[in-house]
């Protein structure tokens, strides 16, 4: 018998197409690429999914060159747990929280730090789990404070404050009042007026954002006579408490 024929060789097409697919983020069943496409495609398992993207950010928020694929991770956490808004109880019961604040890439690194905040935000509007877990040993306040203090951008300053505001409102009454309270002790009140408040040239959008918290600040009932108090030695509060 003759030898076998050679099997042929690939198309070109073909072999652009292997090596597109070989090079896509394939994470937890799915292509990344795919679903931002198509999001409402149901998934097999959403939780494996998500779970996959914050693993996968952990990887690439740590690497100095990990910026480009940390951007379709991001938008891909957010997106699915904006559809199925119970992924954000699922991502906090998994201690998801804790590893993002504690992970050095949330300070080494502006794109992991971005990401970070985004996410902060999204889980704390739909799990009171998240926002306990951001309050424990006061490691969410501290972190935040680290960053705000670290930052000179007054853009990614107004994130941090529109952050620290998200998970104060998304708490329930016990945490909440925890976090004011890590809040006030910490001199987040006096920073602020210093810093911005009473600051001559300040961005709008970063005078906005810590109005905004200083009146966050007020609203829970068992901490606001603190927090009153510590506004008294304010007077030019006033000029912004009815904006």
């Known amino acids: 018998?003759?030898?076998?024929?050679?099997?042929?060789?690939?198309?070109?097409?073909?072999?652009?197409?292997?090596?597109?697919?070989?090079?896509?983020?394939?994470?937890?069943?799915?292509?990344?690429?795919?679903?931002?496409?198509?999001?409402?495609?149901?998934?097999?398992?959403?939780?494996?999914?998500?779970?996959?993207?914050?693993?996968?950010?952990?990887?690439?928020?740590?690497?100095?060159?990990?910026?480009?694929?940390?951007?379709?991770?991001?938008?891909?956490?957010?997106?699915?747990?904006?559809?199925?808004?119970?992924?954000?109880?699922?991502?906090?019961?998994?201690?998801?929280?804790?590893?993002?604040?504690?992970?050095?890439s949330t300070v080494a690194h502006a794109h992991g730090k971005k990401a970070c905040l985004k996410y902060i935000i999204i889980l704390s509007l739909h799990s009171t789990t998240a926002c306990d877990r951001f309050s424990r040993d006061g490691i969410g306040v501290d972190l935040l404070r680290d960053l705000y203090d670290s930052s000179d951008s007054e853009a990614v300053q107004a994130d941090i404050l529109n952050t620290m505001f998200s998970v104060v409102k998304g708490a329930d009454g016990v945490v909440r009042g925890e976090l004011i309270e890590q809040l006030v002790d910490g001199g987040w009140i006096e920073m602020l007026f210093e810093k911005v408040l009473d600051a001559k040239h300040v961005a709008a959008e970063l005078r906005v954002a810590a109005v905004g918290l200083v009146k966050g600040l007020l609203k829970d009932r068992d901490t606001s006579r603190e927090v009153r108090k510590k506004l008294s030695g304010f007077p030019q509060w006033a000029e912004f408490s009815g904006s």
């Open 1 to 104: 018998p003759g030898e076998p024929e050679p099997e042929p060789e690939p198309e070109e097409d073909s072999r652009v197409q292997y090596e597109e697919l070989a090079q896509e983020q394939y994470l937890g069943g799915v292509f990344l690429r795919e679903f931002l496409r198509s999001p409402q495609t149901p998934l097999r398992s959403p939780e494996k999914f998500v779970e996959a993207l914050l693993e996968a950010h952990l990887e690439f928020a740590a690497a100095a060159d990990g910026v480009s694929k940390l951007g379709p991770i991001c938008a891909g956490v957010l997106t699915a747990v904006t559809l199925n808004t119970s992924l954000a109880e699922h991502i906090a019961n998994l201690g998801y929280i804790e590893r993002l604040l504690e992970h050095p």
